[in-house]
């Protein structure tokens, strides 16, 4: 039988019996409905009854024997115990700790089970970018480097890195599962060699990244794989090949597809990182979370989304949408520099200084050019001949058939002689 000691400081005051009270966190007992309470002489003052796992009843005896009131020297600065309407509260000298359990499988909290797992702030598998056991989407136009960012980034968990790019990390089991549908081995066995940097791969590293370049009856090929190996985290590259729900622009059907992979962090406590393409036509100058390709409910269901784009040829990951990001830290992206031999991203000090272009560019054969695009120069003998016929009152179509342009090209050209932009 399991007692619990209690001294009481005044033993002659009166005692009443109170009313149960209900303690607002989860006591583990051994299965007795009734626990008896004894104080310092082994007399017992009270009776705990447990009418189930997270509720107990205190009732004090109405009659107790007088104790011995004699005080020893270790008892002097023990506080009055003290019975009210919110429960026993212990002594402060005497900490009491709570058992729980913070099993992610679980699908139905009381409210004192989710007060008791006492978190302060959020925690993320990498701080700021990816927050735990959560889904999550890396996307960018092609050709950005998602694939080489998210190798780095597996590769650097399994070795089980202080930080990545910066921010610290939060890793528990050192695995990764990645489920690669546009690389294969080849692609990968490449990529992974130029991270790695000729360095001889560690033997206990060999199998801490699994790939699976197959999507057929993926889920469950996932939830096998994590029966045997729990991983950290689950790349999905990328999510237009796994996803398997039918209209991708449907919202409903989209949140009914990943609600399996929420159940899979919860059942299994890891990280799902989604890699995705934006949509044509929604390639904006600042990255937006609303430019991905298909439904919202793609966004609505992620908690981070994560932006890598190039800009003055600098790469930087920016947080389109951070649930659990304040907003100065998703002002403000990750400048990134990129090292071509070794594949691998690294923080850069700050933004890359836009390179002078010329406002308008036409290449040697005259045709027109969008602005920004270096090396390529106006053909100014077509130009200046172009303005001489114009002055000549030659008409624009007349002007093309004797150069051999396009039209459209010659009125661009009359037209940034006249506003000022080229001169003869």
């Known amino acids: 039988m399991r007692f619990i000691n209690v001294q009481r ?44 796992e997270n509720f107990i009843h205190l009732e004090a005896n109405a009659e107790q024997p007088e ?34 359990s913070f099993d992610m499988s679980k699908d139905e909290w009381t409210l004192g089970e989710v007060v008791d797992l006492k978190i302060r702030e959020i925690p993320f598998l990498v701080n700021k970018l990816i927050p735990l056991h959560t889904l999550n989407v890396l996307a960018g136009q092609s050709e950005r480097g998602k694939s080489t960012l998210y190798t780095q980034l597996s590769l650097a968990i399994i070795r089980g890195d202080d930080e990545f790019l910066g921010c610290k990390f939060n890793v528990t089991h050192k695995r990764v599962l990645v489920i ?10 490449f990529r992974l060699n130029k991270q790695l940097n000729n360095v001889t791969l560690n033997p206990e590293l060999r199998d801490r990244i699994t790939f699976i370049t197959n999507q057929d009856i993926l889920e469950e090929r996932i939830e096998k794989h994590l029966e045997k190996n729990r991983v950290d985290l689950i790349v999905m590259d990328a999510f237009a090949d796994v996803f398997t729900g039918g209209d991708i622009n449907s919202s409903p059907v989209v949140r009914r597809y990943l609600n399996t992979y929420v159940k899979i962090t919860q059942m299994y406590g890891c990280t799902v990182l989604f890699v995705h393409h934006v949509g044509k036509g929604r390639q904006g100058n600042k990255p937006e979370k609303d ?5 919202t409910g793609i966004e609505g269901k992620m908690r981070n989304v994560l932006m890598l784009s190039i800009v003055n040829d600098q790469h930087q990951l920016s ?20 090292d071509n031999n070794t594949l691998t991203f690294s923080r850069a000090d700050g933004p890359a200084k836009p390179k002078e272009t010329e406002q308008c560019g036409i290449d040697s054969t005259g045709s027109s050019e969008a602005k920004g695009k270096p090396g390529r120069q106006k053909n100014m003998a ?37 506003s000022g932009l080229v001169s003869e």
């Open 319 to 338: 947080i389109a949408k951070g649930n659990y990001v304040n907003t100065e830290d998703k002002k403000i992206p990750l400048y990134l520099n990129f």
């Open 67 to 100: 104790i011995n009131e004699q005080k020893n020297d270790n008892e002097e600065n023990i506080p009055e115990p003290q019975v009210s309407s919110g429960g026993l509260k212990l002594p402060s000298k005497v900490p009491v700790e709570i058992a729980t």
């Open 291 to 295: 430019q991905l390709l298909g439904s």
């Open 9 to 52: 400081k005044y033993p002659n005051r009166s005692r009443k019996t109170h009313k149960p009270s209900m303690f607002d966190s989860k006591i583990k007992t051994e299965d007795h409905e009734k626990t008896p309470l004894q104080n310092a002489n082994n007399v017992e003052v009270a009776t705990l009854s447990i009418k189930d």
């Open 382 to 418: 077509l130009v200046n001949k172009a303005i001489q016929l114009d002055k000549e009152g030659k008409s624009g179509v007349e002007i093309a058939k004797i150069i051999g342009m396009h039209k459209s090209t010659i009125s661009k050209w009359i037209k940034e002689y006249k």
């Open 180 to 189: 690669s549908t546009e690389d294969g081995p080849i692609a990968l066995s």
